[in-house]
């Protein structure tokens, strides 16, 4: 089985940036789709971006532009660029593994099947 572990979240204010990772062990990802994720206290998780094993990326309406997916497969990573934050940005952003596409993307929790513990990320105003 696959652990994803998620750093590089923290405190930032708003119009800064952050870069999300996300490391995987015991299974190399470069043939899976890799998605980010988010939770907002008392929302549902939701779709934030996600890669294909090629590099196709696919990203939520609220984010393109300025959330940027990318992966290192020589790292077995995968990154999270997040620019021009917003207070709404704040979140708990969790990596996800879909370990049974390499190239369909999809946009449900139910689409990964591995995930990791989540890094925390807040946006002040």
């Known amino acids: 089985q696959v652990r994803l572990v998620e750093s590089g979240g923290g405190l930032v204010q708003a119009g800064g940036s952050l870069r999300l990772s996300c490391a995987a062990s015991g299974r190399t990802i470069s043939s899976y789709v890799m998605g980010w994720f988010r939770q907002a206290l008392g929302k549902e998780r939701e779709f934030v971006a996600a890669?294909?094993?090629?590099?196709?990326?696919a990203s939520c309406t609220d984010s393109p532009g300025r959330f940027t997916i990318s992966r290192d497969n020589a790292k077995n990573t995968v990154f999270l660029q997040m620019n021009s934050l917003k207070f709404d940005d704040t979140a708990v952003y969790y990596c996800?593994?879909?370990?049974?596409?390499?190239?369909?993307?999809?946009?449900?929790?139910?689409?990964?099947?591995?995930w990791g513990q989540g890094t925390q990320v807040t946006v002040s105003s």
């Open positions: 996800a593994a879909d370990l049974r596409h390499g190239s369909w993307i999809g946009r449900s929790t139910e689409d990964y099947d591995a």
């Open positions: 890669i294909s094993s090629s590099g196709r990326t």
